[in-house]
Nanobody
């Protein structure tokens, strides 16, 4: 029903910046509506963790570990979400996944379904 495609990952030196983008798309047969969007990340051997989310009204929720360095934004009309990452540290190295919750009628009821992008790797060297 919903496809998420990320871009912008890569290699960067510590202290540098990257901007991740994610574009959501809905199939023509679906009337799904994308609601909350955000970014998660997963480092090797670790569990996936929430980095930042943002509501349709633009209210952000950013993890304390990156709150002073990362900024999340979105464009509701284009179903896109971006993550501006500044002052990157080696511990930010991970695969970053775009997330979206989409509301849709399934099984006779309206509910939110979680969708995930394929992931884009970010490597920060020291």
């Amino acid at each position: 029903q919903v496809q998420l495609v990320e871009s912008g990952g890569g290699l960067v030196q510590a202290g540098g910046s990257l901007r991740l983008s994610c574009v959501g798309s809905v199939t023509s047969e679906s009337d799904a509506s994308i609601n909350v969007m955000g970014w998660y990340r997963q480092a090797p051997g670790k569990q996936r963790e929430q980095v930042a989310t943002i509501t349709t009204s633009g209210l952000p929720n950013v993890a304390d570990s990156v709150k002073d360095r990362f900024t999340i934004s979105r464009d509701n009309g284009k179903n896109t979400v971006t993550l501006q990452m500044n002052s990157l540290k080696p511990e930010d190295t991970a695969v970053y996944y775009c997330y979206a919750a989409a509301g849709q009628y399934l099984g006779g009821s309206y509910r939110y379904i979680d969708y995930w992008g394929q992931g884009t790797p970010v490597t920060v060297s020291s």
